[in-house]
Structures are given as structure tokens and as C-alpha cells.
């Protein structure tokens, strides 16, 4: 077998072939000369429709392909234009390079399966190409990967929001419970970012959602019941617990601030007791705590009735669920602390939503584990400038998208 077979076999193109004397190394890059093999004919790079002959032939310009012997390499091509009768002159399709790419599909899915394990600068500094070039090829397959995703009915869905910006900057993450993967996000945290994520995903997928978990903010409810009108709203039971201890935290700074110097440094510091649970509290910790609801009543209060909460969670059903509610609610209209009064306030607003819990048992923890891995993605990249981009990359980082093997060329 001649040099020039073995090379046309490891070039791996079906219908082209190596040039004689067409392999050559230049500096620290091998360049090889291609051909179209004799007999075959082109296809219009719009359209695809045949054509037998070429009209004539672009000048002679390099194509980046995938590394050959560990240097970066090059195919040398001179590609045909066609006189397709539909859409006029016009560059030849190729199954192997988009027209007026500078970049072989292969080499693209390389970019792009790096992309997925390394930021965006740094592929570019391994493979010595343009951070722009890197970023629109990883861009393109990210949203090619995206629009074969196939949609499936979604029983439980789940609505959360996460910081994407400083300044208060947010998106809305809608989630699949069952399948534990992302749904689509879309910009903002107001009623109009559920309802245009809603609209997209249409009538009939929003008449399959039996429950819909979510945090306690009223913008989220009205869209869910303007769209999802049969679906249960359940709040999650966590987000209770987060106004729980902002409550405490309230009552904790305001008896800090009034109490003497004495009092208020112990008190100082001892944030984070407050929040656990007595019976995780051992040694020094423990004694810090009985110390300081010994000196403050108020505190004292604050902490039994977040003790107290606790058993809410083992409630047997919404019966007992909303029995246990309405005493621990008139507790903290009693207790005289104005944080829990506010609270109580907020829960017996919505109560319903809350004791749905019992019926569905849905919460939004399996969503603190995806924004975790999306804080990943946003410390390991820097930050992202382009939104879109960014939620691809969150699709991708979350296990919704298709493998990048089933993304072929639009035009075949």
C-alpha cells in the first residue's frame, strides 16, 4: 500500500483523497492537499440539490481538522462552485465543512467536547485558536444539542429561581422532578418570565402538570394558576424554613443591638447556634446557647418556637399538618416578638399550599443541588456576558441536553 492510500484511509472522508506529495509539514503544522475524487458529482450548498458540473473554483484555502501525530493540522482544499438552478452560483455542499468554514464538523465536535469539560479560554489557548472562534462553535452545537431535545409529558414540575448576576440579577429555573433534570430557563423572576416559558411549552404540556412546587412568591402563583390551572400548588417546605430563620436571625440583631455590652458580646457571634437543632448542638456550643436564652427571655421564645416547627415536618397528613399549624401560628401571634407575628402572617396566607406537602410530598431540594453545580459552572467560567450561552451551559452541565453524537449537519 503506497504513502499516499495509507494517508487518503487515516484522512477518513469519504469521495476525497490526498493529492501526490500532498502531505507536508510547515513549522509546527502538517498541511495536507485534498481532492474530490474523479466521477462524482456536487450537491448546491444551500439547498443540496444535484448538480453535475461545476460552474468553476474557489482560490485554494486552508481548513483546520483534528490533531495529526500531536500537531495541529490542515487540509488544503480548493472547493467548486455550482450553477444550482434554484438558488443560482453558489459554493458546493461537503459533508465534512459548513460553507465558508474554517473548521472541519469533526473539529468542531472536538472544540465543543472540550468546551464541556474546560472554559472557553482555556481551549482555546490548548488548540491555539481564537477565544471568539471557540465560543461560537461551542454557541452552535450547545443550541443544536438544545432543539433535539424531546418533549415529554412532566407530572411534577418544579419553579426556583438563581442569581445569575450581582445586583440582584435572576433567572427562573423550571425543573422536571421525576427525572431530576432542567426544563428551560428563561431571564427575570416576575410573573411574565413563568408566562413566557409557559406560552413556549404550550397547552397541552401545561394540562399534564398534576403539581407544581415552588417557592412563596406571588408572581410565580399567578402564572401558575393562569396556565397550570388544574395542577396543585405546593410550596416548598424549605422556603419555610428560610423565613423561619430570617425570623430568628431578626429577633437575634434587634436583642444584640438593645442589650449591655456584656449581654451583646455573647450574644454577638452566635448566629448560626440559633439555626440548629438543640439536639445537634454538643459541648461548649450547647452551653453557649442555654447561657445567653438564660439572659434573654425574647431570644428564649424565638428559639423554642423554631424547636417547636420542627415537629411540623412529622406530621402523618394535611389533617394533622393544619391542626399542628393553627396552634404554632397562635403561639407566635403571642409570643410578642413582631419577626414571628410576621411570619405567622405570611404562613396562614399560604397555608394551603403549604399543607399540599402531605398530599404530594414534592419539595425543590434535588433544584439546590443543580444551582450548586450552576455556581460551579459560573466560578469555573469567570462569569458569562452572553445569557443565552450561559443557560445552554447550564442545560449541558445538568445532564438535559442530547449527547453531542446525535447532532448532525442540517443540510443531510
Known amino acids: 500500500m503506497s504513502l499516499r492510500t495509507v494517508c487518503t484511509e487515516l484522512l477518513g472522508i469519504q469521495g476525497w483523497e490526498v493529492v501526490p506529495d500532498g502531505v507536508r509539514i510547515e513549522g509546527e503544522r502538517v498541511v495536507v492537499a485534498i481532492r474530490r475524487r474523479a466521477g462524482r458529482g456536487y450537491r448546491c450548498g444551500r439547498c443540496g440539490t444535484g448538480v453535475l458540473f461545476a460552474y468553476d473554483h474557489e482560490p485554494v484555502r486552508q481548513i483546520r481538522d483534528l490533531p495529526l501525530w500531536g500537531r495541529p493540522c490542515w487540509l488544503e482544499v480548493q472547493l467548486a462552485r455550482v450553477d444550482c438552478p434554484c438558488c443560482g452560483v453558489t459554493v458546493e455542499a461537503v459533508e465534512w465543512v459548513e460553507p465558508y468554514a474554517r473548521q472541519t464538523l469533526r473539529y468542531e465536535r472536538y472544540l465543543a467536547q472540550l468546551c464541556g469539560i474546560m472554559p472557553v479560554l482555556d481551549v482555546a489557548e490548548l488548540e491555539g485558536v481564537d477565544k471568539n472562534t471557540v465560543y ?16 415529554r409529558p412532566v407530572r411534577h414540575l418544579g419553579i426556583d429561581e438563581i442569581a445569575i448576576k450581582k445586583r440582584h440579577r435572576y433567572a427562573t429555573v423550571f425543573y422536571d422532578l421525576d427525572r431530576r433534570e432542567v426544563l428551560g430557563l428563561v431571564q427575570h423572576r416576575s410573573q411574565r418570565a413563568p408566562s413566557r416559558f409557559f406560552r413556549r411549552w404550550g397547552k397541552e404540556q401545561c394540562r399534564a402538570v398534576e403539581a407544581v412546587c415552588m417557592d412563596l412568591w406571588r408572581p410565580y402563583l399567578n402564572s401558575v394558576r393562569r396556565y397550570c390551572r388544574q395542577a396543585v400548588v405546593v410550596f416548598d417546605k424549605f422556603h419555610v424554613y428560610r423565613y423561619l430563620a430570617e425570623a430568628i436571625e431578626q429577633v437575634r440583631r434587634y436583642e444584640q443591638a438593645v442589650a449591655d455590652a456584656p449581654t451583646g458580646a455573647l450574644i454577638k457571634g452566635t448566629r448560626w447556634l440559633w439555626l440548629k437543632a438543640w439536639r445537634r448542638l454538643r459541648g461548649k456550643k450547647r452551653y453557649t446557647l442555654a447561657a445567653v436564652m438564660k439572659l434573654n427571655r425574647r431570644l428564649q421564645r424565638a428559639y423554642l418556637l423554631k424547636e417547636d416547627f420542627e415537629a411540623f415536618s412529622a406530621c402523618a397528613d394535611a389533617e394533622d399538618g393544619g391542626q399542628f399549624l393553627k396552634g404554632w401560628l397562635r403561639r407566635c401571634q403571642s409570643s410578642g416578638l413582631e ?68 447532532v448532525g449537519h442540517p443540510l443531510f
Not at 443543580?370 to 447550564?394: A, M, T
Open 339 to 406: 419577626p414571628f407575628r410576621k411570619l405567622a402572617h405570611r404562613i396562614r396566607r399560604w397555608a394551603e399550599g403549604i399543607l399540599a406537602y402531605f398530599t404530594h410530598r414534592l419539595t425543590n431540594s434535588m433544584a439546590e443541588g443543580i444551582n450548586n453545580k450552576i455556581k460551579v459552572l459560573k466560578r469555573r467560567s469567570d462569569g458569562f456576558h452572553d445569557e443565552g450561552y450561559f443557560f445552554l451551559k447550564i442545560l449541558h452541565a445538568t445532564g438535559a441536553l442530547p449527547p453531542l453524537q446525535l
Open 136 to 151: 461560537r462553535v461551542d454557541r452552535k452545537w450547545l443550541a443544536r444539542r438544545a432543539e433535539l431535545r424531546e418533549s
